[in-house]
């Protein structure tokens, strides 16, 4: 496709539960990124990958979470255990390669619910 | 560490007026700027951005200039649209790694 794309949309979990969220980047970017945005916030660092590396994964809660990105395309945001404080829209964005200047491109995000 | 400070909201303008949203920030090296956008049910798009200080980014009618002296990157644009209508975030990233936004300013905008 031509942008990011996140799967699903829409996720509501029983606290306790385990869920993964995916997201596909845009085809060729080496970077990608995920985020956790609270309700009325803005997007908070989780995660970064170049290619199949995870280079920083400092803003991963709790050891709960947990993020791969195998073949370097495809990534996957697992969450163990789930509480409601997980709740939130879990933002995927990707760039062509690590550069201060670079623009990030957003999917539209996996709004997790828990319950 | 990094951090954006940004305008809280909500902010309502009457079509045809100008617009600012105050965005200050604190990096330990040289950030980029930048401005995202979010429409009403859809994702984070880039508005605009900066890379060095006294760049002036622009895009769609709006502004903001990388203002070293001051630490500011503040949106401006001179005559608003009901289509402006969205939430606004300001972001800045030192190394690629990652961004660091603001909590966003909703603005509306009334015929």
């Known amino acids: 496709g031509a942008g990011v794309s996140q799967s699903p949309r829409y996720k509501v979990a029983k606290r306790g539960q385990d869920v993964a969220l995916r997201c596909d980047p845009i085809?060729?970017?080496?970077?990608l990124f995920w985020y956790q945005q609270a309700l009325g916030q803005g997007p908070e660092f989780l995660t970064y990958?170049?290619?199949?590396?995870?280079?920083?994964k400092s803003g991963l809660p709790s050891d709960r979470f947990f993020a791969e990105r195998p073949e370097g395309s495809v990534s996957t945001l697992k969450i163990q255990r789930t509480q409601q404080e997980d709740s939130a829209v879990y933002l995927c964005?990707?760039?062509?390669?690590?550069?201060?200047?670079?623009?990030?491109?957003f999917g539209p995000g996996t709004r997790l619910t828990v319950l | 560490g990094d951090s954006v400070t940004q305008m809280e909201g909500p902010v309502t303008l009457s079509e045809e007026a100008f617009l600012t949203i105050n965005c200050t920030y604190t990096?330990?090296?040289?950030?980029?700027l930048f401005w995202y956008v979010q429409y009403p049910g859809e994702g984070l798009q880039l508005l605009l951005k900066?890379?060095?200080?006294?760049d002036k980014g622009s895009n769609k009618g709006f502004e903001a200039t990388y203002r070293k002296e001051t630490t500011s990157f503040h949106l401006e644009k001179g005559s608003v649209q009901v289509s402006d209508s969205a939430v606004y975030f300001c972001?800045?990233?030192?190394?690629?790694?990652?961004?660091?936004f603001g909590t966003g300013t909703s603005l509306t905008v009334i015929p």
């Open positions: 900066a890379t060095k200080a006294d």
């Open positions: 990958f170049q290619n199949e590396a995870q280079l920083d």
């Open positions: 972001a800045l990233s030192v190394t690629g790694n990652q961004f660091y």
């Open positions: 085809s060729g970017h080496v970077s």
């Open positions: 990096a330990t090296g040289y950030p980029s």
């Open positions: 964005a990707s760039s062509p390669e690590r550069l201060a200047g670079n623009e990030q491109f």
